[in-house]
């Protein structure tokens, strides 16, 4: 029945997809009249249904056999074997078009008929690459939409044909190669790497993304903050509904609760633009922070290595992403109405990486891993060896933490493991303990070859890499001496160094009374010998600036080497008074970095090595080499003319920048301002090049043209502020379609 009938229980589509179908629904009214019909009789009664014939009519060879003599079918053409909607008469519509105009057709075929399957009005409604999911299929329009295309081009088409080919853009492709008769060709596969074999084709990192406690949103803001040395500590954040009067007691016997009440924390872990990558209210909000922090870096890793992630799409790139923790589902008390469908992929450690693979479309292997703190550097090196391996394309590694409770303070209190200040003291001789932090660090990799091929600048080089574990070691969470030597030993291998060659370490370096002089005796007997005494193991860690980050903690050290290499500065640790008189420092050549030092140029590359070690006793050990320095594009793929050979220096250029809303092209002016005014070496016309080239466009747009950088800062301020001025020309892009 209609409006307080049972159809209510269905939603619009359904209710639209019946009424196509010429069925709709009874009043109220009628259905209860005819309702005391039925019950008045004691003969069988016909069920009685509100039958629209003339959409009956609309689709004779589709209707169900019971319907059949209801309407009268049309008269059939065979005379010429020709009949509406044959597999020939759409391979004969692509005779004689060039390839682009043979897939846009195949394409409005498809949006055509998802539009009468959904009930859109229109087919520019359709957005081509948009998951049929979110369109709103579900089974049964799965199977109406698989019937249509099938009349439509008269091919036997699999009932899983949304499934299989999720979007418009994807399902196109496919049609157009069946219609014409092509079959997919196997996929090649990359060559396995040998270490040794001569044309090495390294691994290099082409792109980072993080945001660590502080403020700090780029690499560029980590380096800031590490090279001014910046505490980036700070009290509990008081939007996770922790009841932070009931945590902090400063008796470490005391059941229950902190002895600190500082760390490292994400205070806008919370916040998440879900419309930006097309995901509802309802499921957003049951998805762990942690899924939504790694889309989003990963997203801005990519922007940093100028590519535009859309174009991934249907790639071989995989995904390696370090989590350990998996308690946001515990912390959700009540469970907004519509979301608990939501809830098993929202607090899934396994979709972490899933979710970005599935959001930016990306088909190489995607795997979380979780060795505890060791898990980024984990990532990292699975990452490398599946490139190495041929079973990617291009990969992004790294890790995410945000704690969504307090219990893991509450745990190392009875430990007794936490500072209580909150502070890391690596290798100090007050060291108390360590100080919990949050972050996400993503890097982009890519094989040396295919970087020179596709033009990515490239930004330092994974010389080698190792794991291992500590085994029957002093306890299952003790760290092992010995088997951190064997992973600096056996990374020094896999690059093909001496210990020598190797110019300072990010230590793992958790200011624990235990575990420091564990490793610091490790880094003594390993990289502290066969050193000359005036050229000594720099030694450092980033988490004396913002804590121990967990399983984003490698990562931050490789993206914190990364810029200590190409600045030509090794930046100081915090919070050192004296070195630890429990490590005995004159066994080898290993110096704390007290202070900033620079960093100088020795005739050969600059090299640092990364160490994380989990509870897990999972170790890790990674070395990073800085970029080489005449490394130009190979070919011309990756090269661009200079402008300044093509265009005169006094003609005006476009900055231009975009978003999914007004309101998102203005924050992107406002953030592009901040950029340009920390940027003085970059021209206009680099900047210029890097906005239409190397991000993505959406369809709200700006653009500010002149010629003097002043004129463009002065315009693109007007746009932040939302004003209008010359020079400044905003609107929305057109809808797919032919331009003139």
């Known amino acids: 029945t209609g409006r307080g009938g049972m159809t209510e229980s269905l939603g619009d589509a359904d209710r639209n997809r019946m009424a196509r179908g010429g069925v709709l629904p009874l009043s109220v009214e009628n259905g209860l009249a005819l309702l005391d019909a039925a019950l008045a009789t004691d003969k069988a009664a016909l069920a009685p249904v509100h039958l629209d014939l003339a959409a009956l009519s609309d ?15 049309p008269r059939r053409r065979t005379a010429e074997g020709r009949t509406t909607g044959t597999h020939g008469g759409l391979a004969d519509r692509l005779v004689g078009l060039a390839v682009e105009e043979r897939r846009a057709l195949v394409l409005s075929v498809v949006r055509a008929q998802v539009a ?47 499934f299989d080919y999720p ?15 092509r079959t997919a060709e196997a996929e090649s596969t990359r060559p396995v790497f040998v270490p040794g074999r001569e044309g090495d084709d390294p691994v290099v990192i082409i792109g980072m993304g993080c945001r660590y406690p502080g403020g700090v949103r780029s690499p560029e803001d980590l380096w800031r903050l590490v090279a001014e040395g910046r505490d980036a500590i700070s009290e509990f954040p008081t939007d996770r509904g922790w009841d932070l009067d009931a945590i902090y007691h400063p008796d470490p016997d005391h059941a229950g609760t902190s ?4 760390g490292g924390f994400l ?13 509802s209210p309802r499921e957003a909000i049951v998805m762990d922070p942690q899924q939504r922090l790694l889309l989003e870096t990963a997203w801005e890793a990519f922007e940093h290595a100028g590519i535009v992630p859309a174009d991934l799409k249907g790639s071989q790139t995989g995904v390696f992403a370090g989590v350990m923790y998996h308690d946001y589902g515990t912390q959700i008390v009540d469970i907004p109405e519509g979301a608990e469908g939501y809830l098993g992929t929202g607090i899934s450690g396994s979709v972490v990486s899933g979710r970005v693979a599935y959001t930016l479309g990306l088909e190489g292997p995607a795997v979380t891993i979780d060795t505890a703190c060791s898990s980024s550097l984990v990532a990292l090196h699975s990452a490398a060896h599946a490139l190495r391996q041929g079973e990617c394309s291009m990969a992004i590694a790294g890790g995410v933490t945000v704690m969504a409770g307090p219990d893991t303070f509450i745990d190392f209190s009875r430990q007794r493991g936490l500072a209580t200040d909150g502070r890391c003291k690596a290798f100090s001789a007050d060291a108390d303990g360590t100080g919990w932090s949050e972050g996400v660090g993503v890097l982009v990799l890519e094989r040396l070859s295919d ?12 010389k080698g890499s190792a794991l291992n574990q500590d085994g029957a070691s002093n306890g299952l969470t003790a760290p092992n001496g010995p088997s951190q030597q064997r992973v600096i030993r056996q990374a020094l291998a896999n690059a093909g160094l001496t210990a020598a060659e190797v110019d300072a370490v990010e230590a793992h370096g958790t200011g624990t009374t235990l575990g420091d002089p564990i490793e610091a005796q ?50 100081p640790t915090l919070h050192v008074g004296e070195p630890s008189p429990h490590v005995d420092w004159s066994a080898g050549a290993v110096e704390l970095l007290t202070e900033a030092r620079e960093w100088p140029e020795t005739g050969r590359a ?104 002043q004129d463009l800062l002065a315009s693109l301020e007007a746009l932040a502020e939302g004003r209008p001025t010359a020079g400044l020309v905003q609107g929305s892009a057109a809808a797919p379609g032919k331009l003139a």
């Not at 979007?167 to 008769?181: H, N, P, R």
């Open 522 to 571: 490790a880094l003594l007997a390993t990289y502290g010998q066969g050193r000359d005494e005036d050229r000594p193991l720099w030694l450092g860690s980033s988490k004396s600036n913002f804590g121990h980050t967990q399983a984003a903690a490698g990562v931050a050290g490789v993206i914190k080497m990364v810029m200590a290499m190409r600045a030509g500065v090794l930046p």
């Open 59 to 73: 689709h004779p060879d589709e209707l169900p056999a019971v319907f059949r003599d209801l309407v009268r079918a």
């Open 259 to 262: 002895y600190t009440r500082e």
């Open 167 to 181: 979007s418009s853009d994807v399902l196109a492709d496919f049609l157009l190669a069946e219609v014409s008769g």
């Open 116 to 162: 009468q399957v959904l009930g859109y009005t229109s087919a520019d409604l359709v957005e081509p690459g948009r998951a049929f999911q979110d369109l709103g299929f579900d089974s049964l329009t799965a199977v109406e939409l698989r019937n249509s295309l099938g009349a439509e081009t008269g091919m036997r088409l699999p009932a899983t044909l949304v």
């Open 451 to 462: 970087a020179r091929r596709n033009g990515h600048q490239v930004l330092a080089v994974i």
């Open 606 to 709: 600059r090299r640092a090595g990364v160490s994380s070690f989990g509870v897990s006793g999972t170790n890790a050990h990674v070395i990073v080499e800085q970029a080489p320095q005449d490394d130009p594009p190979a070919d011309e793929a990756g090269t661009h003319e200079p402008l300044e050979t093509v265009m005169p220096t006094n003609v005006p250029v476009p900055w231009i920048v975009s978003g999914r809303t007004e309101d998102a092209v203005r924050e992107q002016a406002r953030r592009l301002l901040v950029h340009v005014g920390r940027d003085d070496e970059s021209t206009p016309r680099d900047v210029a090049r890097a906005l239409l080239t190397t991000r993505t466009l959406f369809p709200h747009r700006a653009a500010v043209v002149a010629s003097e950088r």
């Open 267 to 279: 205070h806008d872990a919370g916040d998440f633009d879900a419309e930006f990558f097309g995901i």
